[in-house]
């Protein structure tokens, strides 16, 4: 079974600063890993997700997360925030493999984006 | 493609009565999901679907839980009778298969039981 660490539960920021989300999992195999996004009142979105291959992994909005196998860390990045930013981040993971089909979430971590 | 529906968006009732959610999953994916979201559990998966099959219902909470997926483009979540207890948010997902492909969430239904 697998598990997963978000280590923030509200991360509050300036508008144009920098933010790392933290992530940790915990697993005996090998994992798929994944960011979603939650705005208020809405469905999850997919951020980025790393399968295999490069550590470092671009997705939609300009974040990046890069996968440390070593330290069990997936830890989310955005250089420059914008308001449009705020909302719940959520960290998955998965057992890599054909036939694998659950998620396990993270608790979430909030951003506020201040102006 | 619209994307998942699910309908309800809002749903409030009252202790006793039965609440049917509704999702219909992106034409073409083969695998449909059910989650919980709650303050205190976070985010749960209640029931797995592929082909229409359902594959693990080991998330659902109890026998007052009941899911079904009839054909490609429709599933059921119905809760008969329901709890105070019951009140989250229901998402419907889905997917191409499972493992490493995106499962892709409707809005959601925000359920309140009184």
């Known amino acids: 079974a697998q598990s997963v660490t978000q280590l923030d539960s509200q991360v509050p920021v300036f508008e144009e600063a920098p933010v790392e989300l933290r992530c940790n999992y915990s697993?005996?195999?090998?994992?798929?890993l994944f960011w979603y996004v939650q705005y208020p009142n809405q469905g999850l979105q997919l951020l980025l997700k790393?399968?295999?291959?490069?550590?470092l992994v671009k997705g939609i909005n300009g974040f990046e997360a890069e996968f440390n196998k070593s330290q069990t860390s997936f830890h989310l990045r955005k250089p420059s925030v914008h308001i449009s930013d705020t909302a719940e981040y959520f960290c998955a993971v998965s057992e890599a493999g054909a036939g694998s089909y659950q998620l396990t979430f993270g608790k979430g971590t909030k951003l506020s984006v201040i102006p | 493609d619209a994307g998942v529906i699910q309908s309800p968006r809002h749903e409030v009732t009252e202790m006793g009565q039965e609440v049917t959610l509704r999702c219909k999953p992106i034409?073409?994916?083969?695998?449909l999901f059910w989650y919980r979201q709650t303050m205190m559990r976070g985010l749960e998966l209640l029931i797995y679907?592929?082909?229409?099959?359902?594959?693990?219902d080991s998330g659902m909470p109890e026998d007052r839980f009941s899911a079904k997926m009839p054909n490609a483009s429709f599933s059921t979540l119905k809760i008969q009778p329901s709890e105070p207890r019951d009140s989250a948010v229901y998402f419907c997902?889905?997917?191409?298969?499972?493992?490493?492909?995106?499962?892709?969430f409707g809005p959601g239904t925000r359920l309140t039981v009184l």
């Open positions: 697993s005996s195999v090998s994992v798929y």
């Open positions: 790393y399968l295999s291959g490069s550590t």
């Open positions: 997902a889905s997917s191409d298969s499972g493992g490493s492909d995106t499962q892709y």
């Open positions: 679907f592929n082909n229409n099959v359902p594959i693990d």
């Open positions: 034409s073409g994916h083969n695998s």
